[in-house]
């Protein structure tokens, strides 16, 4: 067994062993005791202990107890001893002897050294609870007093050898009765020592002083003995003031898996889930054979089942360990990670830099900027203001300032005035025109400092209104938003990219003046605007050693003041080794500082070392994804789940294709938020593979939570590339491989199933590349063949040059492309129709060739007559992927006016095809509104009569209600309305009881 890096920081060092000695701070510890000798001055009385000291010593220790405590002229062990013991040593200060012995070593190992140290803490001993000093008096045996000893076994660790033989020599003659114990603790590599002291503890009933042991037994023997001997003192934390599992990192340091048996005596005894955990973790360090039988044996026992799960993928990882020695030189990062060798932080530099006024410019286009100056009314202020005065806070609606006549008092009392004057409702609302968006409308800039004041109430409404204004005041605002506030991330991002040159105006003072969080913010975006091709433009504003101190910064030391600890169930044993680039094996170590950096890191703000790791991709994602198979394997830990996250920065395609299946099934397993999750790792891996898994849950997926989260990442693509969700759509249908198997000749057939003559003695990667390509296809088949049909009834149109690129060209889109009837359209209006022939040109319904201008839409039936078509499509044995052609249409009943159509009111289907209609087009509305069915022009409205959410009903009956519309339905689209009552009589056709 060799130790992990998280188990040799929970190690007490000794002599010779893998840990330094520890160091202490000096100044701390002083002022502690300080505080504690104010409080412990008469306990027990100066007199009583003066005169237990020798007469020569009494003077000494009266100039202890009354001067200044780290001030030590002439060490007297004796006096000292005398001195702790007034200050709450031994045995009398129960919660905090521990930390009063343990400072006071420290100070004394400054003072006069190690061995001075060992020999005033053995003097001390000899104290009773009353201030007595008799080695024969009995003592407290029950409370173990620790403290002091662990902190001189540390400094022991690394004194030199002849005060360390000075100090054993004076622990020989010295230690007496249970204290030799103690002592035995302090020097564990003495085996004598050790011995004598593990025998006395076994032979008493009780000896809570002998816990420390636990850390000094040489053999496994003797741990199992100990453990054995000291389990019940496991639920007695609170009485001791200290832990016994503290003790046990050392002696699997020092024994391996020899302490394999004490643990799992102490795993069997323990209680307390936190306890189980911590000992299943222990036993997860090791390599006995017993450890995995062991955990599986207590699968059921909920503390301990996590760890069994992640102890399991042992089996089904061990055949991709990473090897014990290294085949090369690993990558500096991951062998000299920066956590290992901190900077020291250097002292900012500070320069005066004075720059232009830039113009403040709200950024309205002219059509909404007109649009919300005509829905703001005129009116006279007299009202108003006589109301100021006389109504309490949460009264007054900002936007009523705006339709002031009294201008200049309309905009002093919004700057002047608290956010608890306004009222709240009205500052969040954001309906069609928000608070902000009217007084920038009406005041400009003016009104920036009552927009900041109200900051706080109504962040997502001001901040959505603050990204149109291009000033230098509000870049402060900004940079703090970008840097603690994650959901305005990416709105504070865009407005740095799109005002940089305000931007720099407003940081750079900040960011060059005094220490403080504002300097902070202003540095992290001013270094973030400089990775994005500012650098120029900041050196031209502020040349100076001060900018180039903040630019040259370098990100791998933005560390966490504690890095964590990695769990029990990480394993880099197990995992799948990367390579580096030069082919190099990473070794257990560099795959641990792997995981260190995906767990200091977020989606938001991921580690700069992670993308600087100088491994191959492919090995990277495979190690990716064995990690994220072991924290599935613990039951996926939600505090630890940087083991999914690492999919985001390392998964790449393949763990896009394995993960979006899992995400489709994890809301039916309670596991929604593990699949809101796996969502964004989608969207930050954001490949067109990625994005296309994404945007597939987008259109169809059980969850509606799920598919609306997916949606809003999708909107947030197509706005980034300024495309519509339909281009956008588009653009990330999948290119399916089949160069391959092109020679088995691969086609497609009218459902995108893929068809090829692949005989069985073909190579093994040929078969697997077909079934890859049969599951590549499922998944992209529903999505394109709902996709085209929901274009075919929401009339969505293309333009000739995009109907080319990215349908026709499209090597898997052009298999349903061929299938169906194109029409050229102007204003809407159908003027000729075509189909794509086998070469890629253009056909009309005489089988000529046509040109194509212009703009391409579906045919519908309603649009014009297909019938000339069926026979055209019957003679090239054409199938259609969908009805088309042969497309039922329905119309309203003659002269029918209104709303509502209730023809299938009240009629009781089983909810499953209710479900159904989702794939026909339907979204989920809320939960009093059934089904919504969004169409281009106008909207339908499907209740159903019980009223409950349909994720709900999926197993039950529900009655139909009405059908209503957003207009009069003789004013809405033909084929929306058609549509609309297709998918109705679909139902009909399921029902069950008819009203």
């Given at each position: 067994m060799e130790p992990s890096v998280s188990l040799l920081k929970k190690v007490l060092a000794w002599r010779g062993g893998p840990v330094p000695a520890p160091s202490y701070d000096l100044k701390k510890a002083v002022s502690r005791l300080?505080?504690?000798?104010?409080?412990?001055?008469?306990?027990?009385?100066?007199?009583?202990?003066?005169?237990?000291?020798?007469?020569?010593?009494?003077?000494?220790?009266?100039?202890?107890?009354?001067?200044?405590?780290?001030?030590?002229?002439?060490?007297?062990?004796?006096?000292?001893?005398?001195?702790?013991?007034?200050?709450?040593?031994?045995?009398?200060?129960?919660?905090?002897?521990?930390?009063?012995?343990?400072?006071?070593?420290?100070?004394?190992?400054?003072?006069?050294?190690?061995?001075?140290?060992?020999?005033?803490?053995?003097?001390?001993?000899?104290?009773?609870?009353?201030?007595?000093?008799?080695?024969?008096?009995?003592?407290?045996?029950?409370?173990?007093?620790?403290?002091?000893w662990k902190a001189l076994r540390g400094q022991l660790a690394g004194a030199s050898q002849s005060d360390y033989d000075q100090a054993l020599g004076l622990a020989r003659r010295l230690a007496w009765g249970q204290v030799a114990w103690l002592a035995a603790f302090a020097f564990p590599t003495e085996e004598d020592l050790v011995d004598q002291a593990v025998s006395e503890v076994l032979s008493l009933p009780q000896a809570m002083r002998g816990l420390g042991l636990l850390a000094s037994a040489r053999t496994g023997q003797q741990f199992a003995q100990l453990c054995a001997h000291l389990k019940n003192y496991l639920a007695m934390e609170q009485w001791t003031g200290i832990k016994l599992t503290d003790y046990l990192p050392s002696s699997m340091a020092r024994l391996g898996d020899e302490s394999f048996e004490g643990l799992r005596v102490l795993g069997e005894s323990a209680e307390k889930a936190g306890h189980k955990r911590l000992l299943g973790e222990l036993l997860c360090e090791l390599s006995h054979p017993g450890v995995g039988p062991w955990l599986q044996a207590r699968i059921k026992d909920k503390a301990y089942a996590p760890i069994a799960h992640a102890y399991a993928a042992k089996s089904t990882l061990s055949s991709q360990s990473a090897p014990a020695e290294p085949a090369g030189e690993q990558p500096t990062l991951l062998s000299r990670p920066p956590w290992d060798h901190r900077l020291p932080k250097t002292r900012p530099l500070i320069e005066t830099v004075t720059l232009p006024e830039l113009p403040e410019v709200v950024h309205f286009s002219p059509a909404r900027l007109q649009f919300i100056l005509e829905h703001t009314k005129q009116r006279k202020s007299t009202k108003y203001r006589e109301l100021w005065d006389e109504l309490p806070n949460d009264s007054f609606f900002p936007e009523e300032l705006c339709e002031l006549d009294d201008r200049a008092w309309a905009l002093k009392v919004w700057n002047e005035s608290p956010a608890r004057r306004w009222n709240p409702y009205s500052l969040r609302n954001n309906y069609f025109i928000s608070v902000a968006e009217r007084i920038l409308a009406c005041f400009g800039t003016q009104?920036?400092?009552?927009?900041?004041?109200?900051?706080s109430v109504a962040p997502d409404v001001i901040y959505a209104a603050l990204s149109l204004v291009e000033s230098a005041r509000l870049a402060p605002v900004w940079a703090e938003a970008w840097a603690t506030k994650k959901k305005f991330r990416k709105l504070a991002s865009g407005w740095f990219l799109r005002y940089p040159v305000a931007a720099a105006h407003g940081l750079l003072p900040l960011a060059l003046g005094p220490a403080g969080k504002p300097r902070g913010y202003a540095e992290a975006a001013l270094r973030w605007l400089a990775a994005r091709g500012q650098r120029e433009l900041l050196y031209k504003l502020a040349p100076g050693p001060a900018l180039e101190q903040i630019l040259s910064y370098d990100p791998l030391q933005e560390l966490p003041a504690r890095m964590p600890a990695l769990p029990a169930w990480f394993r880099p044993d197990l995992a799948r080794a990367p390579q580096t680039l030069k082919g190099v094996t990473l070794t257990c170590a560099s795959m641990s500082n792997l995981a260190f950096m995906a767990a200091i890191s977020s989606l938001d703000a991921p580690y700069p070392g992670l993308f600087q790791t100088e491994c191959e991709p492919s090995s990277l994602a495979a190690f990716a994804w064995s990690v994220f198979e072991q924290w599935l394997q613990a039951g996926g830990p939600p505090k630890e789940d940087w083991g999914f996250r690492i999919l985001a920065y390392w998964g790449g395609d393949e763990a896009a294709r394995r993960l979006a299946p899992e995400l489709r099934k994890w809301p039916n397993q309670g596991l929604s938020a593990r699949a809101a999750v796996g969502l964004d790792i989608l969207r930050y891996l954001g490949s067109d593979v990625a994005l296309t898994h994404l945007h597939g849950i987008a259109l169809k997926v059980r969850s509606k939570a799920l598919q609306d989260k997916a949606l809003e990442?999708?909107?947030?693509?197509?706005?980034?590339?300024?495309?519509?969700?339909?281009?956008?759509?588009?653009?990330?249908?999948?290119?399916?491989?089949?160069?391959s198997l092109a020679a088995y000749g691969v086609s497609f057939d009218e459902l995108l199933t893929p068809v090829a003559n692949i005989p069985k003695s073909a190579p093994a990667e040929v078969q697997e590349a077909w079934k890859a390509l049969k599951k590549d296809a499922k998944t992209v088949v529903s999505v394109q063949l709902a996709r085209l049909e929901l274009a075919l009834t929401s009339r969505r149109r293309w333009s000739s040059e995009d109907f080319r690129e990215l349908l026709v060209n499209h090597p898997l889109l052009i298999h349903l492309v061929r299938r169906l009837v194109w029409g050229i359209y102007e204003d809407d209006r159908l003027i000729s129709s075509f189909r794509v022939a086998e070469d890629g040109t253009y056909a009309n319904a005489a089988d000529q060739l046509v040109e194509v201008a212009g703009t391409v839409g579906l045919v519908h039936p309603l649009d014009g007559s297909l019938a000339e078509w069926r026979q055209i499509l019957a003679d090239y044995r054409i199938l259609q992927p969908f009805a088309q052609v042969d497309r039922s249409v329905h119309h309203l009943p003659g002269g029918f006016e209104g709303r509502e159509l209730d023809l299938y009111e009240g009629m009781s289907v089983h909810a499953g095809h209710v479900l159904a209609l989702e794939s026909r087009g339907w979204r989920r509305g809320d939960v009093e509104s059934g089904c919504l069915l969004e169409l281009q022009r106008g909207s339908f409205r499907l209740d159903l009569n019980e009223g409950i959410p349909l994720e709900q009903i999926s197993g039950c009956v529900v009655c139909l209600g009405k059908l209503y519309a957003d207009q009069e339905l003789h004013l809405v689209s033909p084929v929306q309305v058609s549509e609309a009552i297709r998918d109705l009589e679909w139902l009909s056709e399921k029902k069950l009881i008819s009203a």
């Open positions: 300080h505080q504690v000798r104010a409080l412990e001055a008469l306990k027990p009385g100066f007199a009583q202990l003066k005169a237990q000291v020798e007469p020569q010593h009494q003077s000494l220790l009266a100039q202890r107890v009354g001067g200044s405590i780290d001030q030590i002229e002439s060490f007297v062990p004796e006096v000292e001893a005398a001195l702790l013991c007034m200050m709450g040593g031994n045995d009398r200060a129960w919660d905090r002897a521990h930390e009063i012995g343990a400072d006071m070593v420290y100070l004394w190992c400054a003072r006069a050294g190690v061995v001075g140290a060992t020999h005033a803490l053995l003097l001390n001993m000899e104290y009773t609870e009353g201030g007595e000093r008799s080695r024969d008096a009995a003592f407290n045996s029950f409370f173990p007093y620790i403290g002091p009104g920036l400092p009552g927009l900041l004041t109200c900051l990442h999708i909107q947030e693509v197509a706005e980034e590339r300024g495309l519509s969700l339909d281009e956008l759509g588009d653009r990330l249908v999948p290119y399916l491989e089949t160069e």
